[in-house]
């Protein structure tokens, strides 16, 4: 079975080191920049399966990389941040991140959330009980894992395509909120409403006509959200 391959771009060589021994000893192979510009052409030229990506570094920082990297990859990202502010949380999330993770973190930690969004990146055989889904324009091929609306092939994350996957599967039913965090992210996240509501938002803004009226993904006030079926 071939090793996951991590990128690990900060500017802070004690981290770089502390991480790239943790993951090494989790049988994982590391590649390493120290600032945006290297991180770029690192992700470019060796493609690796997931970044683990600080936001303040030389050159550039990691917002302007994870733009970059979204204008033509779907790489799963993890951000790095010294600052524990939710807003620069969902900031991260609304610009394609996958994860965020506050500095000072723990090993164990770090591990359990590359092991979380390298899962979500692989997805689950065992949720492909039907080989396709359509309503209305939206069509999702399963074990393709290929969304298009109407004519217009939908790139998605992986971690947006799992949410999307989950509603579509259980269309019509409600979903609460720890239950789709639970479902999709793992049971770590369940109180983490934030990734919730961005990723929402960025599968509306992707398959929704208008992402602000949803036909498909329609908000349960206070209990959470479930896939409409279109009459």
Not at 52 to 66: A, Q, R, S
Not at 137 to 152: A, K, P, Q
Not at 188 to 212: C, M, Q, S, T, W
Request: hydrophobic content about 40%; charged content about 30%.
């Amino acid at each position: 079975m071939r090793k996951s391959r991590i990128l690990i771009v900060d500017d802070d060589i004690a981290v770089v080191k502390s991480v790239r021994a943790n993951l090494q000893a989790r049988d994982c192979e590391t590649l390493t920049a120290m600032d945006g510009i290297e991180a770029l052409q690192v992700v470019e030229k060796e493609l690796p399966d997931l970044i683990i990506l600080d936001i303040t570094m030389p050159k550039m920082n990691g917002f302007e990389v994870c733009r970059k990297i979204r204008e033509w990859s779907r790489v799963p990202i993890i951000m790095l941040s010294a600052k524990h502010d939710v807003e620069e949380k969902v900031k991260c999330l609304n610009i394609g991140a996958d994860d965020y993770i506050t500095k000072p973190f723990g090993v164990n930690e770090l591990a359990a959330r590359v092991r979380a969004v390298l899962r979500r990146a692989q997805g689950s055989e065992e949720e492909q009980t039907t080989p396709n889904f359509n309503c209305g324009d939206l069509s999702i091929n399963f074990v393709e894992r290929r969304v298009t609306v109407g004519d217009r092939e939908v790139r998605l994350t992986p971690t947006e395509y799992n949410l999307l996957q989950e509603l579509a599967l259980g269309a019509g039913k409600v979903f609460p909120h720890s239950s789709l965090l639970g479902r999709v992210w793992g049971p770590e996240y369940v109180n983490e409403r934030e990734y919730l509501h961005v990723f929402v938002g960025r599968l509306r803004k992707e398959i929704e006509a208008d992402p602000a009226h949803p036909k498909y993904i329609v908000t349960i006030p206070g209990v959470g959200y479930k896939f409409q079926m279109s009459k």
